[in-house]
């Protein structure tokens, strides 16, 4: 997508601090990290938001899970422990229109749903 601000960074039209990289999904620093470690783990290709994920994509979703353990113990929270948070829409929040996990860690953090 032309002008999706996450398919610009996967294009590396916009630089980003790369922690993670494969063929299919692209994990980097956020811009306003809300914790000490946060981390967007992306697919590659563009999927809007959760609202957009169906059976077709469970590998690519798969993969995408997959990679969060590897992208903890490479930040250095795997064992400590972290929270995995995915935004849809408007009430959930969600500002970027392409499917991202937030990788949050490195402190205790507060247990807030809203
Ligand atoms: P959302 O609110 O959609 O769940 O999360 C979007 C996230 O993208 C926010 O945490 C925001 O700080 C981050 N973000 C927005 N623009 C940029 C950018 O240009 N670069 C990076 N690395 N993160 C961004
Ligand atoms: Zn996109």
Same mark, same amino acid.
Request: glycine share 10%; charged share 20%.
């Given at each position: 997508?032309?002008?999706?601000?996450?398919?610009?960074?996967?294009?590396?039209?916009?630089?980003?601090?790369?922690?993670?990289?494969?063929?299919?999904?692209?994990?980097?620093?956020?811009?306003?990290?809300?914790?000490?470690?946060?981390?967007?783990? /992306?697919?590659?290709?563009?999927?809007?938001?959760?609202?957009?994920? +169906?059976?077709?994509? @469970?590998?690519? $979703?798969? &993969? *995408?899970?997959?990679?969060?353990?590897?992208?903890?113990?490479?930040?250095? /929270?795997?064992?400590?422990?972290?929270?995995?948070?995915?935004?849809? +829409?408007?009430?959930? @929040?969600?500002? $970027?229109? &392409? *499917?991202?996990?937030?990788?949050?860690?490195?402190?205790?953090?507060?247990?807030?749903?809203?």
């Amino acid at each position: 997508m032309d002008n999706c601000l996450f398919c610009r960074i996967v294009n590396k039209e916009i630089p980003s601090r790369i922690v993670y990289e494969d063929d299919l999904v692209l994990g980097f620093n956020d811009i306003q990290p809300q914790a000490p470690v946060h981390v967007l783990l /992306i697919p590659k290709t563009h999927v809007a938001s959760m609202n957009d994920v +169906g059976r077709e994509h @469970g590998d690519l $979703v798969a &993969h *995408l899970t997959s990679v969060i353990p590897q992208v903890a113990e490479k930040m250095g /929270i795997k064992d400590s422990g972290y929270r995995v948070v995915v935004n849809c +829409g408007k009430d959930g @929040g969600q500002t $970027v229109s &392409h *499917l991202h996990y937030h990788i949050l860690g490195g402190k205790t953090l507060e247990v807030t749903f809203g």
